[in-house]
């Protein structure tokens, strides 16, 4: 058996304890007293001396160059858990419903592994514990803050558990999966605000509608992707609300309209994005109105490098049943501001499928992990650590 699996497997009963620990107390966004002690508590218990940086934490094993960087997020969702697991969320409205608990106890298992490794490093392992990923802020901001520097990172990696996925490569305890390149779909909140003129609704022509202008860009808007975007690229703009209006007999003078784009390409992107401030600004003006639109939260597509993504796939089959490669996510990750600075690998460590009862996916207050598999993500954090490290050692 690979060393680093053995080891890993010895450790599991520490990961399910760690992971139940975090799971029981979840906290939301930056705000992380209590995840953030624990996980300082368990890294100095293990050797390390952590610091706080950027919302998170980081501290490193070895020395040297080159130096890969470990990532794993810790914060919860603002849901109320009906998962009837026994160690069920003690904080109101708040639970662990996207595998974040999962993603830390492995880290924290990995980073005890490798420091009982770290004469054999051929190079440096940053642990990265983010907060505030949910948010699509945590990241950038630990980058913003120089978690990118001091040691200087090479070359980052993170994982996802996945659940509840009805394909079993991806989902099955011991199974791997991972994207060649595009790993996960950008994704930019828009908001677009619109003035018109309250008025009677008895003389709707004293008036500027704003909820007629709203009604009109929604329209295009609907329309916007089909003919202005090629098919291949798997791009999705939706409208998820539209507020408008207080009483049936007042013409509507303010309007907001919520929605989201999703997909791969950063040129398409940002050409999607000129064509919906054109679209708000013409509507709004033929009918008298105003319009603006800001983006007040947004990550970019998470691209996997080709050969890094290739070679961890390699040390990832040394501790794992099965690696398989999958298409595109659709969801979002802010992990994903790290490709922009240097090579990245995301990859997916399956933690419950369907047919052994885990049948209900992220973000789903019923969802519940499959805690036999934990002990394969360490190993695959070890593993790719420890080789990556050695193969490019110089």
């Known amino acids: 058996m690979n060393i680093f699996l053995k080891e890993a497997q010895e450790l599991q009963p520490e990961i399910i304890e760690n992971r139940r620990h975090i799971h029981e107390d979840p906290e939301l966004g930056f705000d992380l007293p209590n995840t953030r002690s624990f996980v300082k508590e368990r890294l100095r218990a293990c050797g390390y001396e952590p610091r706080e940086l950027g919302g998170g934490i980081v501290c490193t094993v070895g020395q040297g160059s080159p130096v890969l960087m470990l990532r794993a997020d810790m914060d919860a969702l603002p849901q109320t858990e009906e998962s009837g697991e026994i160690f069920s969320s003690k904080n109101p409205g708040v639970c662990h419903s996207c595998g974040h608990d999962g993603h830390t106890a492995m880290l924290l298992a990995a980073a005890k592994i ?4 770290e004469s054999e490093l051929e190079g440096t392992v940053k642990f990265m514990f983010e907060a505030g990923e949910e948010i699509l802020s945590g990241c950038q901001r630990m980058i913003d803050e120089g978690v990118l520097e001091d040691p200087k990172v090479d070359a980052a990696m993170a994982l996802h558990a996945n659940i509840g996925n009805p394909d079993p490569r991806r989902s099955t305890p011991g199974n791997f999966s991972y994207c060649a390149r595009e790993a996960s779909a950008s994704a930019y909140e828009f908001h677009i605000h619109i003035t018109g003129r309250a008025a009677h609704s008895s003389t709707p022509n004293e008036g500027i509608s704003a909820l007629s202008i709203g009604v009109n860009i929604c329209n295009q808007l609907e ?3 089909a003919l202005n975007v090629p098919s291949d690229q798997n791009f999705v703009l939706a409208i998820g609300s539209m507020k408008s209006g207080t009483a049936a007999n007042i013409i509507p003078g303010e309007a907001l309209i919520k929605g989201t784009l999703r997909g791969y390409s950063n040129e398409y992107r940002a050409a999607v994005k000129q064509r919906i401030e054109a679209i708000a600004r013409n509507a709004a003006e033929t009918w008298g109105g105003t319009a603006t639109v800001d983006y007040p939260i947004g990550v970019s ?12 796939a390699g040390y990832a089959e040394d501790v794992c049943k099965k690696v398989s490669v999958i298409p595109p996510l659709p969801a979002s990750e802010d992990f994903a501001e790290m490709c922009q600075f240097v090579p990245v690998f995301f990859g997916n460590i399956g933690l419950g499928s369907p047919e052994d009862g885990y049948e209900f996916s992220h973000h789903n207050p019923k969802l519940r992990m499959d805690e036999s598999g ?6 695959v954090f070890c593993s790719c650590a420890f080789n990556w490290l050695k193969n490019h050692h110089k």
């Open 301 to 312: 597509p998470l691209i996997n490098d080709t050969e890094m993504a290739k070679e961890m």
């Open 374 to 379: 934990l002990y394969y993500g360490t190993a």
């Open 114 to 117: 490798l420091k009982k490794h």
């Open 223 to 225: 329309q916007l992707v």
